[in-house]
């Protein structure tokens, strides 16, 4: 029912912080590390590109608010919570709040790690009807194409 959250961390991307307001809150520390506490809102006229969530065969674009907590050492981001920028009556969707913690993952053919989601916990009310999700994330394996031109 739902995907994409590898992709998240984008909001705070420096190309696409125009396209929300931030505030810094504070420090923190979660998962043992020492965190700077940023929260942040969409703005509905800057957002190109809003999640996209399809319900009941409606695709409809979502706007968030939220806090991220950022590794204060590498700036890496190690939880984002959202929630609903406002509820959505027009489709009877009253909240959505996605939580997602990020990790080192190990990609073993690689030889290397990556900075991506451990978790992602989704949970929203549609229609009256409460629904949670939660995504694991495992075994993560290394994409590689070869490819050569070949003359016409």
């Known amino acids: 029912m739902t995907e994409g959250f590898a992709s998240e961390w984008l909001?705070?991307?420096?190309?696409?912080?125009?396209?929300?307001?931030?505030?810094?809150l504070?420090?923190?520390?979660?998962?043992?590390?020492?965190?700077?506490?940023?929260?942040?809102?969409e703005i509905p006229d800057k957002v190109r590109f809003p999640t996209a969530f399809s319900f009941e065969g409606n695709r409809l674009m979502l706007l968030f608010q939220g806090i991220a907590w950022v590794d204060a050492s590498d700036f890496r981001i190690v939880r984002i919570?959202?929630?609903?920028?406002?509820?959505?009556?027009?489709?009877?969707?009253?909240?959505?709040?996605?939580?997602?913690?990020?990790?080192?993952?190990?990609?073993?053919?690689?030889a290397a790690t990556a900075w991506l989601p451990q978790e992602a916990d989704i949970a929203w009310d549609y229609k009256g009807t409460a629904v949670e999700q939660r995504h694991r994330?495992?075994?993560?394996?290394?994409?590689?194409?070869?490819?050569?031109?070949?003359?016409?």
């Open 11 to 24: 909001r705070l991307f420096p190309g696409n912080q125009n396209q929300s307001r931030f505030r810094y």
């Open 26 to 41: 504070g420090r923190q520390e979660i998962d043992g590390r020492k965190t700077l506490v940023i929260a942040f809102a």
């Open 81 to 110: 919570r959202e929630d609903l920028l406002a509820p959505r009556p027009d489709v009877h969707l009253k909240q959505m709040t996605i939580s997602i913690r990020f990790g080192d993952a190990r990609i073993p053919k690689a």
């Open 137 to 152: 994330y495992s075994d993560f394996r290394l994409y590689a194409v070869r490819s050569r031109i070949v003359p016409q």
